[in-house]
Structures are given as C-alpha cells and as structure tokens.
C-alpha cells in the first residue's frame, strides 16, 4: 500500500547565470560533494519527498544529467527519481517549468536553492508540517540588527525588528495553486514563492531555520559554507 503521506516533490532551483559570483555557482563543490548532490542528499532523507526536478540553464541540460546521474544515497529505503529540466529567463519561470514536470501524484511542492547547500533535514520536515496545516510555508530566520527602511541613500523609517525575518528556502505549498500563481501573474516578478502564494490569498506560515543554512552567492561563500560543513561534522 502506498504511503498517502508520501506527496511532496521538490524542485531545485539551478538554473542562475552565477552574474554576482563570477560563474556558474552551481556546479562548485562543499565538502568533496557537488552543490546539486548535497541538495539531494538533504531531500532523500524527508520520507515525504518522492520525486525531485532540477531545472538548470538549458544549454547545461546534459551537464546536469550526467551529474545526477552520478548521485546515489545509500541510506534512503527507495531511490530518489530525479528529472532535469532546462529553464527560463527569470527564477520564477524556471520554478514553474520544474513544477510542471512533477509527476501527478504530487500533491505539495517544495522550492529549494541548489546555493543552499547547508540546509538540515529536520527543519525541511518542520516546513513539510507547516505547509500542510497551513496551505504554504517557508523557512526563515528572525533579524537580531536594527532595520531600516532606505530611499535614496537615506534613512526614511525605523521598522520593528520583531516583525522583520530573513526569509530562506526551501519555501512550499500546494502543487496546483503555486503552479496556477505563477502561470496567471506571469508579467509579475516574485522574488519568491512566498510573494507569488500570498497574492493568491494563501496563509504562508514562517518555519524559523537556522543561520548556518546560507546562500552561496559571492566569492568567498562558499569558503564559509565548507568552514560550517566541517563544523557540523565534526559535531
């Protein structure tokens, strides 16, 4: 009997141009392991996720193939499948095209950044219970800094900064209606998928993360994500 829990597909954003990092990010290593891998590694151990769709720049498409297809994690009960997908000219279009090649048992979708290699399983699983008691969640983490609110090179007003969190991924709701967000709106630009959820009426709920789960996005992250990594294992 098949697991009515088992719903959720993932889709791992990689198609970026790397133009802040000075190359294409996705394809560095952390710890000995491909970015795409350790993603994978992470999403194999959340017993919801069934399937998985990286979208990558379209002309890396058998790049990133032959790199999936190097990719195993012992540890997980059933294989992992994993579809390539190239994608569009904006992050959103390339979410949607991963989402319309999930398999049409999947029911709730996860969006995660291959430049986040460092997230941990247990929160994932936090933001799987979110978003199905919910509608939609994402994880993030609180702002400790004053926060300011800047127009023109100057300080215009002071914001709460109780009510301000950084928001990371992975970020998820139903299949469907994030598929129909970004199909239907599609000459606005979402700077996530939270953005694009809310404007269609869906509660997103916060899952507060970790500071460790960072973006590889200029040079010299990826220095800190290995720092980090060995940090971890060496707990």
Do not use: N, W
């Given at each position: 009997?098949?697991?009515?829990?088992?719903?959720?597909?993932?889709?791992?954003?990689?198609?970026?141009?790397?133009?802040?990092?000075?190359?294409?990010?996705?394809?560095?290593?952390?710890?000995?392991?491909?970015?795409?891998?350790?993603?994978?590694?992470?999403?194999?151990?959340?017993?919801?996720?069934?399937?998985?769709?990286?979208?990558?720049?379209?002309?890396?498409?058998?790049v990133v193939t032959d790199l999936v297809a190097e990719w195993s994690f012992p540890a997980r009960p059933k294989a992992l499948p994993v579809r390539v997908v190239g994608g569009g000219e904006r992050r959103q279009d390339s979410v949607l095209r991963g989402i319309e090649a999930c398999g049409e048992a999947i029911v709730w979708v996860l969006v995660h950044d291959v430049a986040r290699p460092l997230v941990e399983v247990e929160h994932v699983d936090e933001v799987v219970r979110a978003m199905r008691s919910h509608g939609a969640?994402?994880?993030?983490?609180?702002?400790?800094?004053?926060?300011?609110?800047?127009?023109?090179?100057?300080?215009v007003e002071e914001l709460p900064r109780e009510e301000v969190w950084t928001v990371q991924t992975p970020q998820g709701g139903r299949c469907d209606v994030l598929r129909e967000a970004y199909s239907a709106s599609s000459a606005q630009d979402w700077t996530d998928e939270a953005s694009a959820l809310r404007h269609r009426g869906v509660t997103v709920a916060l899952v507060e993360g970790s500071p460790d789960n960072i973006k590889i996005t200029r040079p010299g992250d990826e220095a800190r994500a290995a720092r980090i990594l060995a940090a971890r294992n060496g707990r």
């Open positions: 009997m098949s697991d009515p829990m088992a719903d959720v597909g993932v889709v791992l954003a990689a198609a970026g141009s790397g133009t802040r990092f000075g190359t294409r990010k996705q394809y560095l290593e952390i710890g000995g392991r491909p970015l795409i891998h350790a993603s994978l590694d992470v999403f194999a151990q959340v017993k919801a996720v069934v399937e998985a769709v990286v979208v990558c720049p379209p002309s890396d498409r058998q969640a994402v994880l993030g983490i609180p702002c400790h800094d004053s926060v300011k609110r800047v127009r023109e090179g100057r300080i």
